[in-house]
């Protein structure tokens, strides 16, 4: 039996392959164009404290959950509920570096939500001698 089919040359290959890759880039485009409305929603509705914020800013899959913890002075057992939380919203996925560390799947500032600055614990000073008390004798017009 023969084959009618000519077989495809590796550029033509590549060259099917970039359009595919290029055709699925421009479906992307659109279905985030369509959803991004919903997704801004999504965030502002679950992101309703700044310290949401701020941790959901630092989810980028290098962070862990102590180092996020530690920026914004919580417990770090409440970083991984957020985290639970978000993975069942989809608006985390999986690190692309570390396996099993979230990965946000937008920033914020993409979507117009300001991520606000968090005011670090004041950290503690040394003990100030007391003050001397006021000399009774100096600048006062009393008898």
């Given amino acids: 039996m023969v084959s009618t089919e000519k077989e495809a040359t590796l550029a033509e290959v590549v060259s099917a392959l970039e359009q595919v890759s290029k055709n699925l880039k421009e479906v992307a485009k659109w279905v985030r164009f369509q959803n991004v409305p919903r997704l801004r929603e999504v965030l502002i509705r679950e992101l309703d404290t700044p310290q949401k914020k701020v941790a959901f800013d630092l989810t980028d899959g290098e ?33 692309e570096t570390y396996r099993g560390r979230p990965q946000k799947i937008v920033s914020l500032g993409e979507l117009g939500i300001d991520v606000p600055k968090l005011k670090l614990k004041a950290t503690p000073q040394p003990p ?16």
């Fill in 63 to 95: 962070h862990s959950r102590r180092d996020i913890a530690k920026e914004i002075t919580i417990d770090d057992a409440t970083v991984q509920g957020w985290w639970d939380k978000w993975f069942q919203l989809a608006i985390v996925g999986e690190s």
């Fill in 128 to 143: 100030q001698p007391p003050a001397a008390p006021a000399d009774p004798n100096a600048g006062g017009d009393h008898p």
